[in-house]
């Protein structure tokens, strides 16, 4: 399994929170690529069936936090 900006961005607009198959059916129904709806086949699953975000899915996905912007010069 592996993640990139590009493959985590067609989850973006995903219906969270979600369990993994929701996540599963969107993804092929909003016409993502295979690799994504392969990514969510291999995640395992834990105790909470439903993700809340991204972030519960790809604990790595960039935040607002990893990027030196600062919003208050410009």
């Known amino acids: 399994m592996y993640w990139t900006l ?40 834990e105790e909470p069936e439903t993700y809340e975000g991204i972030i519960d899915i790809w604990p790595d996905y960039p935040t607002d936090d990893d990027f030196l912007w600062n919003e208050d010069e410009y």
């Open 6 to 45: 590009e493959l985590a961005s067609y989850l973006s607009d995903a219906p969270w929170p979600a369990t993994k198959d929701e996540l599963i059916d969107y993804s092929i129904r909003s016409g993502a690529p295979m690799e994504v709806v392969e990514n969510l086949q291999q995640v395992e699953e």
